[in-house]
């Protein structure tokens, strides 16, 4: 349990309940007393924090990727490269440049002019739809949105990409069937996260303003705020 991967898990599980919670408990009594409203307040605390783990949980899930091809590709050298040093780095990093993007977003919008109009399609305070309330210009909050939702994207899927090349090369090298089976049970479950988190994010962040449609964000984000983390406990822990 003191592995990288388990570390790993760790984290990961604290960000799944980070985000989850900032938007879970408040939408449950939304539904419950039919009173969908927030404090100015906590509107913006949920959206700073929501963007601090969503934004972790991105290099996190990269991280394990580096993780898995270390342990398949250097399994000689896993215990030296992956030292409990890097594996700090690994999970530090996210965490400083998830506050950041979280503070310059946060009080970009919440230091901007609102209308009177304070009603907004979606069931928690997201960037997105926040932007429809404000009566001044939106355009460099939606440029900075675009540019480090682009950054955290491509730049941590890079790093899965690449990770997951080097190891279908090093199976594909392997002479034994069970170590193919092997490698390939141990990345399955990693590989499936990733595919859901970053097409629903793609889809929610990195398009046109034109073709949002908030009808079909608000599906997009039950994936990202509730179900993926229901599904981690489910594929990473009962599993293991």
């Not at 440049?97 to 928690?124: M, P």
């Not at 069937?177 to 962040?205: I, N, P, W």
């Amino acid at each position: 349990f003191h592995s990288p991967m388990y570390f790993f898990l760790r984290h990961l599980a604290f960000i799944d309940l980070g985000y989850s919670t900032a938007v879970g408990p408040k939408m449950l009594v939304n539904f419950v007393t039919n009173q969908n409203s927030i404090a100015y307040n906590w509107c913006a605390a949920q959206l700073a924090f929501f963007i601090l783990f969503i934004i972790s949980e991105l290099f996190i899930l990269s991280a394990m990727a580096y993780d898995h091809y270390v342990a398949i590709c250097n399994p000689l050298l896993y215990t030296v490269i992956m030292s409990p040093r890097l594996c700090w780095v690994l999970v530090a990093v996210p965490y400083l440049y998830s506050a950041f993007l979280s503070l310059i977003t946060t009080i970009k919008i919440f230091i901007s002019s609102f209308c009177g109009y304070n009603v907004i399609s979606h069931f928690y305070c997201d960037s997105l739809p926040l932007l429809t309330l404000l009566c001044s210009s939106t355009r460099e909050i939606e440029l900075i949105i675009l540019i480090f939702s682009a950054f955290s994207l491509v730049s941590s899927l890079l790093v899965v990409l690449v990770s997951y090349i080097l190891i279908l090369l090093a199976i594909f090298r392997m002479n034994s069937a069970e170590g193919r089976r092997k490698a390939f049970s141990t990345c399955g479950s990693h590989l499936a996260m990733v595919v859901v988190l970053y097409s629903t994010l793609t889809f929610m962040y990195v398009q046109p303003k034109s073709s949002h449609s908030f009808d079909t964000d608000q599906m997009a984000s039950l994936f990202y705020t509730l179900i993926i983390p229901m599904l981690n406990p489910i594929i990473y822990s009962l599993r293991n």
